[in-house]
């Protein structure tokens, strides 16, 4: 088994979890079996509970694991299907270990961070690597692990600490660290920094870890001075300095990686047996990045939603969409609209909001209402429901959206009002009621199943 681990360093969600899918797709391009592990060093057992403007939206795999969505990433770069222990975090590895204390496994040592954590982590990788996830079944021989956050961090370390253990574990040819860092570009003077990539380096290197390849996050690509700079004071060939700058879409970041040589240095750092064989699965990757940079019909679809602040927090959604309008050949414009915006309350408030939402809303080609959590914002999606309807606007409701869907047309069709109606509770009626609508719908009303 190879191991590669991405760090990161100077920011958080500077793109670790797109650049780990990226290595892997490059990989499994050359034909080799690809797994991947994200690691998350919070206290929370998943993702279950976080709020959406924590870590945006809760990925929920084939098992029922609710975990980051990264994984939503790994799953769509690399077309494989995890489950929920290649989510690992600081409260699983917790859990675990005291569990094992109090079985009596640990036979009445003191249980301490080095080495029943650290060691419980490694085994935690090791165990997970070897879990198929492809659909052939076979077991895999690349696993790309991800670690959350920044290196430096208080709760990263125990994380460090077991990955600086385990490169001597494996074996230093079966195990090599990319770190991402970023290279800010300020605007004043549009000199790229690299003082930063120099100082969080510095910081994994003290703490036992060297990296291999060093990707560097920028704006516009590198500088030839830049990159020279960075292997002179970071202890790396220039080789090794890989420009990660921004692209038009983040399926061109295996194509970035793969013209700057890196297959073929993991090749040899890590001793692969990669085919020599003219690589399909990339040139239908270039393919699909070069047609979507093309597009010339556009198509706007309104989401309607209560986290719109955070685009993370719709991020399957917004990735369906996507995909969609690449395979009819739109270009897509997502309008976020927060739909309490939409409610008559905020005209008395804020009649700026109101308009501009109510705006952005009659505007779009199409609505979508995804789930959510709780009354705020309810009353908004129910307008905008009653608004598709009448209009005859496509419209997709997900979730509670669906819900909302059945509620607007039981008030407003049906003119059920009030909390009680007959015998059985307004919800009741609306949830035995909900079969035969769908029904109706699918044979004339198919008004909210516009979807190819």
């Avoid at 892997?24 to 919070?42: E, M, N, Q, R």
Wanted: glycine share 8%; aromatic share 8%; proline share 4%.
């Amino acid at each position: 088994m190879k191991y590669i681990l991405v760090t990161g360093g100077v920011i958080s969600g500077i793109g670790k979890g797109i650049i780990a899918s990226s290595v892997g797709t490059i990989l499994k391009s050359c034909g080799l079996h690809v797994t991947a592990i994200k690691i998350d060093p919070y206290i929370n057992i998943d993702a279950g509970t976080f709020s959406p403007y924590e870590h945006g939206e809760v990925f929920v795999l084939d098992d029922g694991g609710e975990v980051d969505l990264d994984l939503g990433n790994y799953e769509r770069f690399l077309d494989i299907r995890l489950t929920r222990d290649n989510n690992l975090t600081t409260g699983k590895i917790y859990q675990s270990v005291i569990n094992k204390e109090r079985r009596g496994d640990y036979l009445g040592k003191t249980v301490q961070v080095v080495p029943h954590i650290t060691d419980a982590i490694q085994e935690w990788v090791m165990k997970q690597a070897q879990v198929p996830v492809d659909d052939d079944d076979i077991e895999p021989q690349v696993c790309v692990i991800e670690l959350g956050g920044t290196v430096g961090d208080i709760e990263s370390m125990p994380f460090i600490e077991a990955f600086r253990q385990f490169q001597f574990k494996v074996k230093r040819e079966n195990f090599c660290n990319i770190h991402v860092s970023l290279i800010p570009q300020p605007s004043a003077t549009g000199e790229q920094k690299t003082k930063p990539t120099q100082n969080s380096v510095r910081e994994l290197r003290g703490l036992g870890l060297s990296p291999d390849l060093i990707m560097c996050r920028c704006t516009t690509a590198l500088e030839n001075s830049v990159k020279e700079k960075i292997s002179m004071f970071c202890h790396v060939e220039p080789q090794q300095v890989i420009c990660v700058h921004d692209v038009s879409s983040i399926y061109r970041v295996p194509l970035l990686l793969e013209d700057q040589g890196v297959v073929s240095y993991l090749s040899r750092r890590l001793n692969m047996p990669i085919e020599t064989r003219p690589r399909k699965m990339l040139t239908k990757w270039k393919e699909m990045s070069d047609r979507s940079d093309r597009l010339l019909e556009h198509c706007s679809i309104a989401l309607v939603g209560k986290y719109t602040k955070f685009s993370d927090s719709y991020a399957s959604v917004i990735k369906a969409l996507e995909h969609s309008a690449l395979a009819i050949s739109h270009k897509l414009e997502v309008k976020y609209i927060d739909s309490a915006n939409l409610e008559p309350s905020t005209l008395q408030e804020d009649p700026v909001k109101y308009h501009e939402a109510w705006q952005k809303l009659c505007s779009s080609d199409g609505i979508l209402v995804p789930g959510g959590f709780g009354v705020r914002g309810t009353e908004g999606k129910i307008h905008a429901i009653n608004w598709a309807r009448k209009q005859k606007k496509p419209f997709l409701g997900v979730c509670l959206g669906m819900q909302l869907a059945v509620c607007e047309f039981a008030r407003n069709v049906l003119g059920w009002t009030g909390n009680r109606c007959g015998n059985g509770s307004f919800l009741q009626r609306i949830v035995s009621f909900q079969l035969e609508m769908l029904l109706l719908l699918t044979k004339g009303g198919h008004w909210w199943l516009t979807v190819d």
